[in-house]
């Protein structure tokens, strides 16, 4: 079982990403799918997250109207679209899957083994 995120890079501040989020191994389609970022010497924090159908999302303020999460139930793959980033967005993201409703990382069930996203000045 597994969950691969991949998407990160290089980008200045001011541009965009598309992360993915692909499951292998068992179908993630009813799950909540959750993303989370990772900064250095920070504690894991939660980005945003939808339900299994993608009709429901929830986002941290401080990615509100620049950060959408989308998922594909077909492909059975989840997208953050990032937009107008800042440095401050620097950081290991990560995607999870969890069947409870919830912000707090230690609910969720299935991890992905992140992807770095750099943002420079």
């Known amino acids: 079982v597994q969950l691969q995120a991949s998407g990160g890079g290089l980008v200045q501040a001011g541009g965009s990403l598309r992360l993915s989020c692909a499951a292998s191994?068992?179908?993630?389609?009813?799950?909540?799918m959750g993303w989370f970022r990772q900064a250095p010497g920070k504690e894991r924090e939660f980005v945003a997250v939808a339900t299994g159908g993608g009709e429901n999302t929830y986002y941290a303020d401080f990615v509100k109207g620049r950060f959408t999460i989308s998922r594909d139930r077909a492909k059975d793959t989840v997208y953050l679209q990032m937009n107008s980033l800042k440095p401050e967005d620097t950081a290991v993201y990560y995607c999870?899957?969890?069947?409870?409703?919830?912000?707090?990382?230690?609910?969720?069930?299935?991890w992905g083994r992140g992807t770095l996203v750099t943002v420079s000045s």
């Open positions: 999870a899957a969890t069947r409870v409703p919830s912000i707090v990382p230690s609910v969720y069930e299935y």
């Open positions: 191994g068992r179908s993630f389609s009813w799950y909540r």
